[in-house]
């Protein structure tokens, strides 16, 4: 049996699983897989199952199944490789854990975003679908994730907003970011955070678009749960204690949502 092309992982490695969390960083691939096995009350695993280039898998064992952490890496491309090849062996439901930055002034540092769809800003997803086709969460997951966000929620402070993800292929011009190399910010992209923030869209974040289409198109299950590192409205930058106080708050929720799947 070959091992996929880009995930080192064949049938017999990943034992059935049929749930994949997806962080993009390959070192969170460890936090995440480390919080869900504890959740389990077991030691977590010392290595991953598989780690070529971005992608960095765990499998942790989950009552009579197992469930698989994979990094996607960053953005649309990379996100489809991973989905790809995690659906051809088989898993069939996704949860995108990830961190994002706020365009509404209610939102906080610290808050939970479950996105129910997503603006299609990247390029990977246009390859499965055209640009028409809803980017939307299955609603199994999207209320899976909003019950375990809402446990999260009452154990940490914090809020959960669930709603529209503005998902880009870039984090600087597609997020309207001047803190670039240029500054500059293509015509294209001025004041339109102004307008997706009128449009009551939530948040930029860079990988919802391509797992979500991907999964509606194959009539497979995905969401997406984000924790709040920035608020845009304030600043661009992120800071070391912001994006830890957000990936924590995502991987809890991902953590609280894999027993509602399961059943
Ligand atoms: N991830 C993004 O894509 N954008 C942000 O602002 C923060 C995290």
Redesign the pocket.
């Known amino acids: 049996m070959p091992a996929s092309y880009h995930l080192d992982l064949d049938a017999r490695k990943i034992c059935g699983a049929k749930i994949a969390l997806l962080p993009g960083d390959p070192f969170r691939s460890s936090m995440v897989s480390g919080h869900l096995v504890k959740s389990q009350g077991h030691t977590p695993p010392e290595k991953p199952l598989a780690h070529k280039r971005e992608f960095c898998t765990y499998r942790v064992p989950f009552g009579r199944t197992s469930v698989l952490v994979t990094s996607t890496g ?1 953005g649309g491309p990379s996100a489809s490789i991973a989905l790809d090849e995690l659906a051809q062996l088989g898993v069939d439901t996704f949860i995108r854990v ?4 706020t365009i509404q002034t209610h939102i906080k540092v610290g808050d939970v975003i479950v996105t129910s769809a997503s603006v299609r800003l990247d390029g990977a997803s246009t390859h499965y679908a055209p640009i028409e086709f809803p980017a939307v969460a299955h609603h199994e997951v999207l209320q899976a994730l909003l019950a375990g966000a809402k446990a999260s929620c009452r154990s940490q402070k914090g809020k959960v907003h669930v709603g529209i993800t503005v998902s ?1 292929d870039t ?1 600087y011009p597609g ?1 309207e ?1 001047h803190d670039s190399f240029s500054g500059h910010v293509p015509r294209r992209f001025q004041g339109m955070t102004e307008e997706w923030r009128r449009l009551n869209a939530l ?4 990988e919802s678009a391509t797992v979500l289409t991907l999964c509606v198109a194959w009539g497979l299950r995905a969401g997406c749960v ?1 924790g709040v ?2 608020s ?1 409205g304030r600043k ?1 930058r ?1 800071s070391a204690k912001a994006l830890r106080l ?1 990936e924590e708050r995502a991987v809890e929720t991902a953590v609280l949502t894999v027993p509602l799947l399961i059943g």
Do not use: A, H, K, W
């Open positions: 960053i990830g961190t994002t930055g880009s984090f997020q970011r948040n930029y974040e860079m984000s590192v920035v845009r661009e992120v957000g």
